[in-house]
């Protein structure tokens, strides 16, 4: 009894020191903890972010993505995407990611895909191959460098891109299928109106930037979920998306489901 009484003593002192030692150490009121299939990122291989996720052939799945962040308001629609245990694209700014390092590896943390969308947002429809290949490489570093792991997916800001350009690409092209024009209203209520567009497999373009749109996110995320929609990034939604190859839309549910 006595060894046991001891065990017990040594177990309880061990549960205390554990407590005091956690003291030490202040969690972010907003840290989730990395996604289960994080421990692949960090050597630097080009794994996948997040888990499948949801089969998009048999669910309704949407694809929300925010482009030309990381911004001071980025922050909040992570906390609102995590209550509504959605996840997104987001299309970077290469400038930007290297201002708000530690944004960009909450978004990746979150379970979040990152998107490259050039270093200073170019028109790739106006610049030689070259150029581009400069605007995108710098910014595939920059990422690379803060979140440990590549962006697997690039948009060409203003959705122009050249033929040339195309062939140039390791990364597959994401689109888009319904344009909130968020960045045009800065109007939450219109925001959440366009989005009424959405059917099974849309891309839906929005910006991170704008105050409205984190505004809207809350009505828009909620009304989706009442219509059925799970919300999931753009490769989930594509599937096997193909370096090179543009997406307007992902997999669609049949009707019904
Ligand atoms: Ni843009």
């Known amino acids: 009894m006595v060894s046991r009484l001891r065990v017990l003593q040594f177990l309880s002192a061990s549960a205390l020191a554990l407590v ?9 009121a907003t840290w989730q903890g ?7 990122q960090a050597d630097g291989k080009d794994t996948p972010r997040a888990d499948a996720g949801p089969d998009c052939a048999q669910v309704k799945c949407v694809a929300l993505t925010f482009d030309d962040g990381p911004g001071p308001h980025t922050e909040s ?4 995407l995590d209550e509504h245990e959605a996840k997104a694209t987001f299309f970077l700014i290469g400038k930007d ?3 708000f390092p530690d944004i960009v590896r909450d978004e990746a943390a979150r379970g979040h895909e990152i998107g490259n969308h050039t270093w200073s947002h170019q028109d790739l429809a106006k610049i030689s191959v070259a150029a581009g290949q400069r605007e995108l490489s710098k910014t595939d ?5 803060v979140t440990g792991a590549a962006p697997t997916v690039m948009r060409p800001p203003y959705g122009t891109i050249r033929e040339d350009h195309m062939k140039s690409l390791d990364l597959p092209v ?15 209520k219109k925001t959440v109106k366009a989005a009424e567009k959405v059917v099974p497999g849309s891309i839906v373009l929005m910006h991170d930037i704008h105050p409205s749109t984190i505004e809207a996110m809350p009505k828009m995320l909620t009304d989706l979920k009442a219509r059925g929609f799970h919300f999931v990034t753009v490769s989930q939604l594509v599937g096997d998306p193909k370096p090179g190859t543009d997406y307007k839309t992902g997999r669609q549910a049949a009707a019904g489901n």
């Open 20 to 28: 005091l030692a956690g003291c030490g150490a202040p969690l972010s």
């Open 141 to 145: 570093a920059a990422i690379k460098e």
């Open 77 to 80: 629609l992570l906390d609102v």
């Open 97 to 99: 990611v290297v201002k």
């Open 174 to 188: 994401a689109m888009w299928s319904v344009d909130t024009f968020d960045w045009k209203t800065r109007d939450a």
């Open 34 to 40: 990395f996604p289960p299939d994080a421990t692949g």
